[in-house]
T-cell receptor, first 120, second 110 residues
Framework: EAGVTQFPSHSVIEKGQTVTLRCDPI?????LYWYRRVMGKEIKFLLH????????ESGMPNNRFLAERTGGTYSTLKVQPAELEDSGVYFC??????????????????FGAGSRLTVL | RKEVEQDPGPFNVPEGATVAFNCTYS??????FFWYRQDCRKEPKLLMS???SGNEDGRFTAQLNRASQYISLLIRDSKLSDSATYLC???????????FGTGTSLTVIP
């Protein structure tokens, strides 16, 4: 079974430029999450899709960040214009469903390898 | 106040040692608890879920203390390959948002 894949693995851009990160979740996983880890900090939630709908976008830092999941399959996260403080590793994760007990595995998050963003 | 707090370490232990990590969570409505492992420059991977009754997986034992709002991870007979960052993860009962601790760094020394 293919895991969560993310592209690009590393992107280096200049301040003010635009970057689009892509995530392909595990097939059949309705839940897709974006997280970010900046240097020395904990992994922080950005937003959560259930299929194509944004379930929770309370973690999005500001309106320079735009996430989409058209058709409920892959998702993109666009940063426009990028700022220095946007540098970090952006992780995508997917899970099977919201409901279910721990033993069912429904709540288990499977992460992608991350997209490292460096803004110069 | 952070939802999840962990001692960042680092913990440097010799091979064969037993090491324990604690993690506290602030919201008593927290519902599900996990330990994830993250190797350097890699993605987090599920190590084990934490059940109310406590659970064991080989050399790893996880415990949950709801009264004191903390979870623990015990690693026995440490191996060099256990060197990693261990992340405590908590889900609240509202929505499906996962909260991560900063992670505890473990280095097992030969």
């Amino acid at each position: 079974e293919a895991g969560v894949t993310q592209f690009p693995s590393h992107s280096v851009i200049e301040k003010g430029q635009t970057v689009t990160l892509r995530c392909d979740p595990i097939s059949g996983h309705d839940n897709l999450y974006w997280y970010r880890r900046v240097m020395g900090k904990e992994i922080k939630f950005l937003l959560h899709f259930v299929k194509e709908s944004k379930q929770d976008e309370s973690g999005m830092p500001n309106n320079r960040f735009l996430a989409e999941r058209t058709g409920g399959t892959y998702s993109t996260l666009k940063v426009q214009p990028a700022e220095l403080e946007d540098s970090g590793v952006y992780f995508c994760a997917s899970s099977q469903g919201q409901t279910g007990t721990i033993s069912s595995g429904a709540n288990v998050l499977t992460f992608g390898a991350g997209s490292r963003l460096t803004v110069l | 106040r952070k939802e999840v707090e962990q001692d960042p370490g680092p913990f440097n232990v010799p091979e064969g040692a037993t090491v324990a990590f604690n993690c506290t969570y602030s919201n008593s409505a927290s519902q599900s608890f996990f330990w994830y492992r993250q190797d350097c420059r890699k993605e987090p991977k599920l190590l084990m879920s934490v059940y109310s009754s406590g659970n064991e997986d080989g050399r790893f034992t996880a415990q949950l203390n709801r009264a004191s709002q903390y979870i623990s991870l015990l690693i026995r007979d440490s191996k060099l390959s256990d060197s990693a960052t261990y992340l405590c993860v908590v889900i609240l009962n509202t929505g499906n948002q996962f909260y991560f601790g900063t992670g505890t760094s473990l280095t097992v020394i030969p």
